[in-house]
């Protein structure tokens, strides 16, 4: 396995869990309703560094001017990531990479709407969406450009702080006493390793809370019998091997002990300098791990995060497969349970308040649902979503105390069984579909099998069907299998 000169094994990494699709997107553009934030270009001539899209096009967000001066609630939208140049390529020409083809406006949804039937305690509030055109999970401080960069800008660290002294100065953020800092995925990645730069910026005198949405990224492996506790788990192949690695583990070992470059210049006014003082220099990548941070984040926070994250499970980590065959079923449900057990365990120091600095009362929140999903979307634990917590954890106003910290459990595992996720929302499940199974699952749609039915008039069926069937992954022995079966037994609902 080789690294190409142009590439880095930490942004690859990087790259690779920025692949995301967020399930449940805080601001999202709704036809039955008018949008109501209204985008706001950076200027040209901003005194801050940075303010770049991929692509050289200006930085922006939008934003809803609100009744209550006092509250600003600021969201960071997500949409995955990119390591290599041809993916950052791909990506310039879109609007995860460029700003020339963003809608004037949007409508404003969760945490930013301003409707207070739906979101009383914020509605009135100042709010904020901040798009997504720089791939880095809006960490990145590089603004200029190189053959390092491929000649594109990753400033999305330097374009948000670039954000907030717009807003400072047009719309009144420093006169703000209460600021909500949100995001998904990507999004919320941003959210942990900005939030408290963006309390220094404020001053103390600012109460400045963050509200992550599915961006811890990523689990610490289960050191006691996989890798050592900085890395991420084993990737899935491996795991299923008996081995150890991942494709991360796999860049660093090539290093050979020689420190990883920092293109993106994370290094500079954004990871903790007590964390990158605790690594040895060439660990310095550590620093940007939320399992590894979090304990560094000073700011108060409410962590919404998926105990079995479908991403980082199927995608950008394990790489587990999605349509197993029969016989890998078995070993999907224990990687599955692995990377939950991972998670949880990574997830226990927010309970445990393992936090260099004490945070006051309530101290940080959790919202972690057995699920198998990246995002909580249409899941609740003990009857509640999470929307209702947040709002009583922000004000401290008591109410729901008992609600703040969530880490739902599995009851009904049987002694030696395997746990995998046991949320009640019918999406949580792991349900697998085996290339059978889809198979048969479209010749029934299409009529070509039925109970009992002839085995000829099935086949002749599927090849009267060939191009659809062989669409969903059916080839001539699925096809011959089904109909044999289904000859000889009941089938369908």
């Known amino acids: 396995m080789a690294i190409p000169s142009n590439s880095n094994p930490f942004y690859h990494y990087i790259g690779m869990a920025l692949l995301v699709i967020f399930l449940g997107t ?4 709704n036809a039955s ?20 899209c991929m692509d050289g096009s200006m930085a922006g967000y939008y934003i809803r001017p609100g009744n209550d001066p006092s509250l600003f609630v600021i969201h960071l939208k997500g949409g995955g990531g990119c390591s290599t140049e041809a993916d950052c390529l791909a990506r310039n020409g879109t609007k995860l990479g460029s700003s020339s083809l963003w809608e004037p406006s949007i409508l404003g949804d969760r945490l930013l709407d301003g409707n207070c039937n739906k979101n009383p305690d914020f509605c009135d509030g100042t709010a904020v969406h901040v798009p997504y055109c ?8 590089n603004t200029e450009l190189s053959d390092d960069t491929w000649g594109l800008y990753f400033d999305g660290h330097a374009n948000f702080a670039a954000i907030v002294d717009h807003l400072i100065a047009t719309f009144g953020l420093g006169d703000a006493t209460h600021v909500l800092l949100t995001g998904g995925s990507a999004g919320s990645i941003g959210v942990y390793f900005n939030v408290d730069w963006l309390a220094d910026r404020l001053g103390s005198d600012v109460t400045v809370k963050g509200v992550p949405n599915a961006g811890w990224f990523n689990p610490g492996s289960l050191s006691d019998n996989d890798l050592d ?6 990737d899935y192949d491996r795991f299923t091997a008996g081995e150890k690695g991942n494709l991360f583990w796999d860049s ?7 420190i990883a470059p920092d293109t993106r210049k994370l290094k500079e006014g954004l990871l903790n300098k007590d964390c990158l003082a605790y690594y040895a220099p060439n660990e310095w990548w550590a620093c940007a791990s939320v399992h590894i941070a979090y304990r560094y984040i000073e700011s108060p926070l409410f962590n919404i995060h998926s105990q079995y994250d479908s991403n980082q499970i199927f995608s950008t980590q394990g790489f587990a497969p999605e349509n197993p065959n029969q016989s890998e079923i078995e070993s999907v449900e224990k990687y599955i349970e692995m990377w939950g057990k991972a998670t949880r365990e990574s997830l226990q120091q927010i309970l445990n308040n393992e936090t260099m600095a004490p945070k006051d009362y309530p101290g940080d929140g959790l919202f972690s649902t057995s699920c198998l999903s990246h995002g909580t979307f249409g899941t609740t634990i003990d009857g509640l979503t999470w929307l209702p917590i947040v709002r009583d954890w922000f004000f401290n106003l008591g109410e729901m105390t008992p609600y703040y910290r969530l880490m739902e459990s599995c009851d009904d595992v049987e002694e030696g069984g395997i746990e995998l996720p046991c ?8 349900e697998p579909v085996t290339p059978v199974m889809k198979c048969a699952m479209k010749m029934f749609e299409l009529e070509c099998v039925e109970s009992y039915g002839d085995k000829e008039e099935c086949i002749n069926c599927a090849k009267g069907n060939e191009w659809k069937l062989g669409k969903v992954g059916c080839d001539k022995k699925m096809v011959t299998d089904i109909c044999n079966y289904a000859e000889s037994n009941e089938i369908g609902n």
Request: glycine share 12%; hydrophobic share 30%; with cysteine.
């Open 252 to 258: 660093i070992q090539l290093l050979n002990g020689t």
């Open 33 to 52: 309703n008018e949008p109501d934030m209204t985008y706001v270009g950076l200027p040209e001539d901003i005194p801050s560094p940075g303010g770049y």
């Open 423 to 430: 949320n009640e929302a019918s999406h949580c499940k792991y």
């Open 229 to 234: 506790g900085i890395f991420a788990p084993s």
């Open 134 to 141: 720089t791939s880095d999970a809006h960490m990145g401080n």
């Open 26 to 29: 805080i601001t999202s553009i």
